[in-house]
């Protein structure tokens, strides 16, 4: 396949576009019969190369012409009319011309019908001699030139605009041509069956991005072309006898550049030349890069290394680079030494923009993260693409979502800068109150360390933003704030204030550090140890829910907020209302907080 930046391309590099086309409708004469046989194409430049005609066995139209010869317009030449459940009866008129090399499915049933390929386009993008008065021409100045001769001599029955699905370089954007090239290839056919199996096998996180992997792997119909004709990339290091072409490979241990060094050969192993021409052509990006999980783990570097390193834990990506990155990598790491190189992959979602496009820089919409790290911190950065969206799924990014994020930390802050005003209590005898939120946080880091066993940052960061916000901070810190202070409370019940404040937010402090690595070890520093919290465990804790009292706190405490509202008072107004009968364990508390009176 050779795009607008003149290289061979691999299938993994094509994307589709939908492109707005011509759906040209000419006139092909049956020798038999001598009747019309109108032949619908997008690309009518092609003609030169055709080497025969479509129809559907089953369709009524055309059956009659089956195993006669249309007589291609233009150039008089003869070719056979088939019958090819391939063909579409709908699309178009029904009938197809097959050339060379028009597109991937003109490619695959001239191998499957054993037709003799004739070269339209060459390396350049430019009608071949074979092309007659057209060569020369670019395949769109060829197209336009075409569809006037045809129409002047009245060989055009219509033209039709389309949107067509078109296959494009996913690099130059452009549409491409497939031309006969001269490559290296990898075979990866044969393999298939074991790669798939090993994807099979494999832990994705997440289960849904699998198929990803699955659906290409059956999809892959020839082996892979590794070479490229660009300027950037690895040099194949092959040099070739100048007398015989007998290609020669280095010793390994050294980078090679064949395009400018001397041949490391004093003469060819075949003939006994001793002049040398370097090979010009690169691998393709994936050929070396996919080799990762190989180099970290010092593949034929340091061999006890590499016994314990490989196969490595897990490989992290993006979900557009799965027929890729992760596809090449299996393939490449099986190949070299015969075991898979990674027993679970982690495929993320694209980061679009806040219309839902994907960011790229062809587009503009990118956003640079060097200035909004240094407005917002890298917590902040951190903390908005973790809890942005659940893993797998594309996420949005903006300014305005990052600068929400940092919000939390402010949060965060604010609880640590308030609870650092009380000693740090080993143990107490705990309240009802005390009880209810240590269950809820029993609960909260179950769930969050679920999700890191998962790798799926969203579930830590949105149920500790869920704890830290809507139950500790804005109920839990409230109901007790009386108690912490010592105001109409015993030492004893404020002491069981103190544990559990300081519980919650040491605990908290270390469910969030992977997340929020900077401002977590600062608060942790300053009030519980001299040494990192990246050095600490995830507690276990003992606290179980004894009952189910958040959703009646809650709705209590909106009703009671609520009321003052609704009144136009200050919510440390006095207040006459009842507490319910399944909060009353909690009523000291209560009382306190909404300064409730008999």
């Not at 089953?58 to 010869?69: A, T």
Request: net charge positive.
């Amino acid at each position: 396949m050779w795009p607008n930046c003149r290289t061979t391309i691999a299938d993994a590099e094509v994307i589709y576009e939908e492109l707005e086309t011509e759906l040209v409708y000419v006139k092909f004469k049956v020798r038999e019969t001598k009747e019309d046989l109108i032949v619908a194409t997008t690309r009518p430049e092609l003609i030169c190369a055709c080497q025969a005609v479509l129809v559907h066995p089953q369709d009524e139209r055309y059956k009659r012409f089956v195993g006669r010869h249309a007589i291609i317009p233009i150039y008089g030449r003869e070719v056979p009319i088939l019958a090819n459940t391939s063909v579409d009866p709908k699309f178009g008129s029904g009938v197809v011309m097959i050339c060379s090399y028009g597109d991937s499915e003109d490619v695959r049933l001239f191998r499957e019908l054993k037709l003799q390929e004739i070269i339209a386009v060459d390396e350049q993008g430019k009608m071949t001699k074979n092309a007659g008065a057209y060569s020369g021409l670019t395949t769109k100045d060829a197209r336009i030139q075409i569809v006037k001769d045809l129409e002047k001599n009245g060989l055009l029955v219509k033209k039709e605009s389309i949107i067509h699905r078109t296959p494009v370089c996913e690099k130059c954007r452009t549409p491409i041509e497939i031309i006969p090239m001269n490559e290296f290839y990898l075979k990866q056919l044969p393999f298939k069956d074991s790669i798939r199996k090993c994807g099979e096998a494999m832990t994705f996180y997440p289960e849904m991005h699998r198929q990803l992997l699955l659906n290409w792997i059956d999809s892959i119909t020839i082996d892979w072309p590794i070479s490229r004709r660009r300027y950037y990339a690895t040099e194949i290091p092959v040099w070739y006898c100048k007398s015989c072409g007998e290609a020669h490979i280095p010793k390994l241990g050294k980078y090679y550049k064949p395009w400018k060094e001397k041949a490391p050969f004093e003469k060819c192993s075949k003939c006994g030349g001793k002049e040398f021409i370097g090979e010009t052509r690169t691998f393709d990006t994936w050929f070396d890069s996919s080799v990762s999980p190989l180099f970290i783990s010092k593949y034929l570097e340091d061999e006890k290394f590499f016994k314990k390193a490989y196969p490595v834990s897990i490989r992290p990506q993006g979900k557009d680079i799965v027929r890729t990155w992760l596809y090449y990598t299996l393939l490449r790491c099986y190949l070299a030494v015969g075991v898979f190189p990674f027993k679970a992959a982690w495929i993320s979602g694209y980061c679009v923009d806040e219309k839902g496009e994907k960011m790229s820089k062809s587009k503009g919409n990118v956003i640079d993260p060097e200035p909004i790290i240094e407005k917002y911190g890298a917590d902040a950065f951190r903390f908005w693409s973790a809890q942005e969206a659940s893993l797998g799924f594309d996420f949005r990014a903006s300014e305005e979502r990052i600068a929400n994020a940092s919000k939390f930390l402010t949060k965060l802050w604010n609880i640590a800068r308030f609870i650092s005003m009380f000693p740090v209590v080993k143990k107490a005898k705990l309240m009802p109150a005390d009880e209810w939120i240590l269950g809820e946080l029993a609960e909260t880091s179950k769930a969050v360390q679920e999700g890191y066993k998962s790798f799926n940052f969203f579930i830590p960061a949105t149920r500790m933003r869920e704890f830290l916000w809507n139950l500790f901070a804005n109920h839990y810190i409230e109901m007790v704030k009386a108690r912490a202070y010592g105001k109409g409370f015993s030492k004893q019940e404020q002491k069981a204030a103190w544990f559990t404040l300081h519980t919650c937010l040491r605990v908290s402090l270390k469910l969030l550090a992977p997340i929020i690595p900077f401002i977590t070890d600062y608060i942790w520093r300053s009030l519980y140890s001299k040494g990192s919290i990246h050095k600490e465990k995830f507690e276990k804790i003992d606290w179980k829910r004894k009952e189910k009292l958040t959703e009646q706190i809650l709705e209590f405490n909106s009703k009671v907020w609520g009321i003052k509202k609704e009144k136009g008072v200050p919510l440390t107004a006095e207040i006459q209302i009842t507490i319910p009968k399944e909060l009353k364990k909690l009523e000291k508390d209560l009382k306190a907080m909404h300064n409730i009176k008999d």
